[in-house]
């Protein structure tokens, strides 16, 4: 697995072999039973990039278990205003997950929940945006978040997907995983000296971001 880079504060994302049928309920998803596949996911980190995730500010580690895993960022940050680079409005980070899971079984990212920290002037904004695909797929599951200011708080965003819009992973095929994330802030009518922030970490470290899993069996071949 490739080497993990290292970091200070936290943001985690945990993989979770959990049945989840969003907000659609068991009878809507199927009427075939449905069950979590018996046993363990193993989850491999392929890559990480991103001006929001540089070589040094971002860490990925496994579970014990290889059920779950952390991204832990130090450096997540997008601003505008003061002395902020033109470029540091948008920050991005693309991970690129080795997802196996056992025979007869397929999965889907069901609902994902982020959270970090914002400070934006009055006249100013933000959005924090999510994308799901695999590789070689033309579906992808997009998720946008607005925040205005005047905000000076922890923030929270949940993207939940209904069962009949799930992406699912192709069935006997392996695809990477391709999770991509991104903080945008904007000044808006915003005084240019004034400084607005919006990160995907946490003050405290104990930020998380959790990726729910749904499961289904796959056909007959």
């Not at 072999?17 to 039973?33: F, H, I, Q, R, W």
Request: hydrophobic fraction near 40%; proline fraction near 6%.
């Amino acid at each position: 697995m490739p080497r993990a880079l290292r970091t200070g504060a936290a943001v985690t994302a945990v993989l979770a072999s959990t049945l989840v049928a969003g907000n659609a309920g068991a009878a809507s998803a199927s009427s075939s039973s449905i069950v979590a596949p018996p046993d363990k996911i193993v989850i491999e980190i392929a890559t990480v990039n991103g001006s929001g995730c540089k070589e040094g500010t971002a860490a990925v580690a496994v579970s014990p278990d290889n059920t779950a895993f952390t991204v832990t960022y130090s450096d997540y940050l997008a601003k505008v205003g003061g002395n902020a680079d033109p470029t540091d409005f948008r920050k991005n980070c693309q991970l690129n997950l080795i997802v196996y899971v056992p025979s007869g079984f397929t999965y889907a990212v069901a609902s994902a929940d982020y959270r970090g920290y914002a400070s934006l002037q009055p006249g100013a904004s933000a959005i924090q945006k999510a994308s799901y695909y695999f590789q070689g797929s033309p579906d992808t599951a997009a998720r946008n978040h607005a925040f205005a200011g005047p905000y000076d708080d922890n923030w929270q965003a949940t993207d939940t997907t209904e069962w009949g819009q799930l992406v699912w992973a192709p069935c006997g095929v392996k695809r990477n995983f391709n999770i991509n994330t991104e903080l945008r802030v904007s000044a808006g009518t915003s005084s240019p000296s004034a400084v607005s922030f919006m990160t995907m970490d946490s003050t405290d470290g104990e930020i998380n971001t959790v990726y729910q899993l749904a499961w289904k069996e796959c056909p007959e071949p």
